[in-house]
């Protein structure tokens, strides 16, 4: 069963607008000359509304529609927990309504490419967040971070702090071995983020051993039973990488529990993870930009829609922010609710609104090196 979230009465909308507008708008396109519209309509579909970082997407993106005023109807679904074949039908159904655009958060991107050729097919415009779409899809807008660069950062804190712990030994003689894992190997946005942390790791560290990513399952007991394995397995290992927040969770407590000390820096931060950093276990978080990536793509949505201008194309980069002693107070207090962090990340947002959107890198420039 889906989750469905109706913004219509936050901003006061009067019924019946929206399709006028559209019905106006759509006359001038085939007289051959753009129009403004008075409404448009936005259908943003999540991957697990009832996950931590769900809430910060939803709160991006009903901010950005509140910024925007009563112009913009915005309507929010998915499915509660991660479920591709759930989400796909809500998609669908999404399509049917006729939205004037559909913002997808597609888990995983390769089970929404006929879905989406559908949607333009009929004429509306599908965004994408946390992660671009495949690449069958030549023309889309990508709002995020390139998932490839936020393993390699979270790769060189994890190598700073080992480094700091080798004395006086150059980092191309640190021996020892670094244990990684993959909750759901082939879906895009974590095999890009883990190739990412695997690259810098062989290259700063290269006496270090790092073996193929484990499966470490999306199941928090599973994973957590996984986890207690590898480290029972690997005592001296030097850190343990996980791509997923199970793996982030399961590996603080399993620190926390038996006193180990392998480093810790991880990519999610639910309230565990910001407890952990707050109190030395993990070093740092490199999350993704959820509230910001979405408050960008339904303002740049809205907009382009309002202005009766093609939705634009290619990717609108976010900036990588890192959470660590410094600040996690500060972030961990606005999370709660997430409805607080547009006063973390404002600053980003307003640094995003003065891009040229019309002239934006292609979406192959947001993937991995490797699978461009």
Known sequence: MSKLIYILPLLGLVSGCGKNAHDAATGAAAAGHAATQKSVRISLVLGATGNEFAGEQRAGAMAAARDLGPTVQLRISGPP????????????????TSPDAIIVAPMPPSLFVEPARKATDQGIPVAYLMTPPGADVAEALFVGQ???????????????????????????S?????????????????????????????????????????????????TFSLWQQAVQANPNALALVGACENDSVSLAKIKEDDHRSFEMVVFDTPEAVRNSIQQGTIAAAVPPSHFTSAYMAVWTVANALLKGEKVPQGWLETPIRVID???????????????????????????LKTKD????????????????
């Open 81 to 96: 927990q991660i479920d591709p074949g759930e989400e796909v039908k809500i998609f669908q159904s999404e399509t049917s």
């Open 357 to 372: 959107v019309h002239h934006l890198p292609p979406l192959s420039a947001a993937r991995a090196p490797a699978v461009r």
């Open 174 to 222: 640190v021996p020892g071995k670094i244990i990684t894992a993959n909750c759901v190997p082939g879906m895009e946005n974590l095999d890009d983020r883990m190739l990412g942390v695997r690259t810098a790791l062989t290259e700063r560290l290269p006496k270090v051993l790092v073996p193929p990513d484990m499966n470490s399952e999306n199941e928090r007991g599973t």
């Open 325 to 351: 002693a410094g600040n996690v107070s500060a972030f961990s207090a606005a999370s709660l609710p997430p409805q607080n962090l547009e006063g973390f990340y404002r600053q980003d947002i307003e640094m």
């Open 146 to 172: 390139r998932e490839y660069d936020v393993g390699r950062r979270v790769a060189n804190l994890t190598v700073d702090r080992i480094i700091a712990k080798s004395g006086s030994a150059p980092p191309e």
